[in-house]
């Protein structure tokens, strides 16, 4: 399996960036992709997931109504679309996809992808 994230940037406050993460080496669609982020000094969060064979999505609280997830299958690739941008927002995105879970929890997946920065400039 092999994740590869593009999409990040600088970006000024209340701006938009979208993250692409696409995934190859799974079999089925039966598996769940997630976007963490790690910020210089902090322990690494989660910010969003969904399911690629349901669709269902699921988001940090910190992120509603800003950030959206969603998936092209024909293309097997996640998109993370990230608007009105604040200068906490800034950090190195991963995405990360495991068979089973969906929790937000960083231990609990199994593959990842190289991470992308952003920065978002106050």
């Known amino acids: 399996v092999q994740l590869v994230e593009s999409g990040g940037g600088l970006v000024q406050e209340g701006g938009s960036l979208r993250l692409s993460c696409t995934v190859t080496?799974?079999?089925?669609?039966?598996?769940?992709v997630a976007w963490f982020r790690q910020a210089p000094g902090k322990e690494r969060e989660g910010v969003s997931s969904?399911?690629?064979?349901?669709?269902?999505?699921y988001y940090v609280s910190s992120v509603k109504g800003r950030f959206t997830i969603s998936m092209d299958n024909a293309k097997r690739t996640v998109y993370l679309q990230m608007n009105n941008l604040r200068a906490e927002d800034t950090a190195i995105y991963y995405c990360?996809?495991?068979?089973?879970?969906?929790?937000?929890?960083?231990?609990?997946?199994?593959?990842w992808g190289q991470g992308t920065q952003v920065t978002v400039s106050s």
């Open positions: 969904i399911s690629i064979s349901g669709g269902a999505t």
């Open positions: 080496g799974f079999s089925s669609d039966d598996h769940n």
């Open positions: 990360a996809a495991d068979p089973e879970n969906w929790r937000l929890l960083p231990s609990l997946y199994r593959y």
